[in-house]
């Protein structure tokens, strides 16, 4: 293990990984996401996550932003599915100060009407803006018809109705059925002795009332295949091709991210690559990503060509993964595969605010965080018979969902 843990009497966990650096990365993650808002409540996780920054019990707005950036530092946050994230990165004698700041936009902050409805332009501003780039508003509506009648299918910005809706009430009952103390974890990568780091977070987030309120999330149903089509203002054709994938906590999951990595994952050698882009020449941009939730997953392929060229992409896309279905790796294509997503794995550790983020994540998910090389020998571990089997029941043409977006000229 290459982290210390302490907890404080409320619950909230404090995570430390050491890091001979003079910047400092820290993150406050919290059990709460998009897919825990009532129906009706779309985006209310994300309209919470922007007003955070806007008024506390003794800062102004002006106040919150400054008080890290004037010495430098940057401060951001964001919503996903399940999570809400803080974080900020400064110069190691800064952590305090952040910690000060972390404490009192996350539990004192006020939610003005002035300052709600400013919010709520700028956020109906960013689902304008957001659905005006097709390779990012198909994803949504993917997950939307993936997970039809769930909250793990709405879009995590909301819809322009329901951000017209939302009222300081409904922000109050989501934090106070949300905001679990013993569901935060408050994680630092930086040059410091563990001592002086729970001493400061003793300081601050010591004194918070446990809270202690416990999750009701329903798994989704599964989905079936089914192709669905729909014109948009737009000159290209986009496509997503998916299904349903492992949870985080599933023995196969490492199997299914280093197939992912074959398949479409990181840099130019990806075989959808090759095959669609360097071979045939008909898509700028080809990937597939596999998403692990708490209870079920998110593999998808998606490409964006011109409409002549959509059918022949998305039979080379199918032919790549029936490929995988039928023909077992060979012993050397496994081993370079592991070599590979190893190599980028290894490489992600330079990332050093993402990797104290995804511990913080695990933590909240298993009560551990694998070190990397608890991951490579996870990897390692992945046969060609697995490969075989995870590709076969994943890539399962009775349930691969295609959703088109296609040019309406």
Do not use: W
Request: charge should be negative.
């Amino acid at each position: 293990m290459d982290y210390q843990l302490h907890t404080l009497h409320n619950g909230i966990r404090v995570l430390f990984k050491h890091a001979p650096f003079t910047v400092t990365h820290c993150c406050f993650v919290l059990n709460g996401g998009a897919r825990d808002e009532e129906p009706g409540k779309d985006g209310l996780a994300h309209f919470i996550e922007h007003l955070l920054f806007k008024e506390t019990e003794k800062r102004n707005t002006n106040q919150i932003l400054n008080r890290l950036e004037l010495v430098g530092a940057d401060l951001n946050a964001y919503t996903t599915k399940e999570y809400t994230c803080i974080h900020a990165s400064f110069l190691q004698e800064h952590l305090e100060r952040a910690i000060d700041l972390f404490e009192d936009i996350l539990f004192h902050s006020t939610f003005p009407d002035e300052e709600l409805e400013k919010e709520r332009g700028v956020i109906l501003d960013e689902i304008a803006s957001y659905l005006d780039q097709p390779e990012e508003a198909i994803q949504d509506d993917f997950e939307g018809i993936l997970f039809k009648g769930h909250t793990l299918g709405n879009n995590i910005l909301g819809t322009p109705e329901s951000v017209e809706n939302l009222s300081v009430h409904d922000i109050h009952r989501f934090i106070k059925a949300n905001y679990a103390t013993d569901e935060m974890v408050f994680a630092v990568s930086g040059n410091y002795d563990f001592k002086k780091i729970i001493k400061l977070c003793e300081k601050y987030f010591g004194q918070l009332s446990p809270n202690h309120s416990k999750k009701n999330r329903v798994k989704p149903s599964a989905n079936n295949g089914e192709l669905l089509k729909t014109e948009r203002p737009i000159t290209q054709t986009h496509c997503v091709i998916g299904t349903q994938a492992y949870p985080s906590n599933h023995p196969h999951k490492s199997g299914l991210l280093l197939v992912n990595n074959i398949l479409g994952g990181m840099g130019m050698s990806s075989r959808l690559n090759l095959e669609i882009r360097e071979k045939h020449g008909i898509a700028y941009t080809i990937e597939s990503n596999y998403t692990p939730l708490t209870d079920t997953g998110i593999f998808s392929v998606y490409f964006g060509t011109d409409a002549e060229k959509a059918d022949k992409a998305t039979r080379l896309v199918h032919k790549e993964l029936k490929k995988l279905r039928e023909q077992k790796l060979g012993t050397i294509q496994l081993h370079q595969a592991k070599q590979k997503f190893n190599g980028q794995i290894a490489l992600a550790e330079e990332n050093r605010m993402g990797v104290i983020i995804s511990m913080a994540k695990s933590l909240l998910d298993f009560n551990y965080a694998d070190s990397i090389e608890e991951v490579f020998a996870k990897i390692n571990a992945v046969t060609a018979q697995q490969v075989l089997e995870i590709s076969n029941e994943i890539f399962d043409n009775n349930r691969l969902m295609t959703l088109q977006f296609e040019p309406n000229q």
